[in-house]
């Protein structure tokens, strides 16, 4: 499995971004995906998860309201999304997309396979 995201960048606190993750190889479309993010000094952590159906989606409480993640499945892919609205300056990081065989959780240990990350940088 291959996930490579793109999206990110620079924008003004209040503003909007739309990142996506490029999910190809093995049975992508069957997994449950994950965004995560890490703050400069800060851990990765997590801020959305949908899984395999795009049913049912899980979100960070820090973010909860302000983003929106979804999925668009074809064959032998898989597209997610994360909608970033009212961006705010402790917004900044870079952000992750991850894939996991199981049950999507919280914990970025539950997740086999990453993306390199994409950088969003939010100014005040």
């Known amino acids: 499995v291959r996930l490579e995201e793109s999206g990110g960048g620079l924008v003004e606190a209040g503003g909007s971004l739309r990142l996506s993750c490029a999910g190809t190889?093995?049975?992508?479309?069957?997994?449950?995906m994950a965004w995560f993010r890490r703050a400069p000094g800060k851990n990765r952590d997590f801020v959305a998860s949908?899984?395999?159906?795009?049913?049912?989606?899980?979100?960070a409480d820090s973010t909860k309201g302000r983003v929106t993640i979804s999925r668009n499945n074809v064959k032998n892919k898989s597209t997610v999304y994360l909608d970033l609205d009212n961006l705010k300056p402790d917004d900044t990081a870079i952000y992750y997309c991850?894939?996991?065989?199981?049950?999507?959780?919280?914990?970025?240990?539950?997740?086999?396979?990453w993306g390199q990350g994409t950088q969003v940088t939010v100014s005040s």
């Open positions: 949908i899984d395999w159906t795009g049913s049912n989606a899980d979100y």
């Open positions: 190889g093995g049975t992508v479309n069957d997994y449950d």
């Open positions: 991850a894939a996991t065989k199981w049950s999507a959780q919280r914990s970025d240990l539950d997740y086999q396979y």
